[in-house]
């Protein structure tokens, strides 16, 4: 596809539905991009930031409250998806089993998935379940774009060192960038939408980092 992907309008997003298991999700149809991440990360406020709506994505006051995969449509078959939390160590250990089911069976079985965002708390980036989403990522030849979230919550300079080391470690990693975002903020909001708007414009290309 040629020329700049059409900009995709977040603020008219709207909820579709939750879906426990793969057979209840949307008909695999059309684009959709994931968000992922541990259950702190942020992920329900970037949603939010990102389609300039308070109260899109909810986010709980529990943490890891969130088990099933929630649904937002965009514009004619374009999704948004918010899968479930993982990390929160006092969710009962077959529950988070079934989590991990559940995001693994998406990740591999849905066929509209055009990228998976994946969002890491800046000041503790790459944790294993992280390390294992990069992999499932570049296993499947999804484009990753990782958003470390709350950068407000750093100094520039700390910031900036982070997102570095995080580039480097992940330089291998086909089709994967890096980022530095706050929903507080709104830093790194519209960098975030020009990567979506050229998932959605269902252009893949193995690109470099967003400046």
């Known amino acids: 596809m040629s020329g700049a ?22 008909t695999d149809t059309g684009v959709e991009v994931a968000f992922a991440g541990r259950s702190n990360a942020g992920k329900s406020s970037a949603i939010n930031a990102i389609c300039d709506h308070h109260k899109l994505a909810r986010a709980s006051k529990t943490p890891g409250r ?5 649904f937002f449509a965009l514009a004619e078959a374009r999704r948004l998806v918010d899968l479930p939390g993982y990390g929160f160590a006092r969710v ?9 089911k559940l995001v693994e069976s998406y990740l591999r079985g849905r066929r509209s ?3 998976i965002v994946l969002l890491m708390d800046v000041r503790h980036p790459l944790k294993d379940q992280d ?3 990069v992999g499932w990522a ?5 484009p990753l774009h990782v ?9 520039r300079g700390p910031a900036k060192s982070t997102l570095l080391a995080v580039r480097r470690e992940l330089a291998a990693v086909p089709a994967t960038t890096v980022q530095l975002f706050s929903a507080l903020s709104g830093e790194g909001v519209e960098e975030a939408r020009k990567v979506l708007d050229r998932w959605y414009a269902n252009d893949r290309p193995v690109g470099s980092d967003p400046e």
């Open 5 to 26: 992907p059409e900009h995709q309008d977040y603020r008219k997003a709207s909820f579709i539905l939750s879906a426990a298991k793969l057979g209840q999700c949307p």
């Open 66 to 70: 969130t088990q099933q995969i929630n």
């Open 92 to 100: 009962p250990l077959e529950v988070r089993q079934q989590w991990g």
């Open 113 to 115: 998935l055009a990228g």
């Open 131 to 133: 390390r294992e989403l």
């Open 138 to 142: 570049a296993a499947l030849g999804v």
């Open 147 to 155: 958003l470390l979230t709350k950068a407000d919550k750093l100094s």
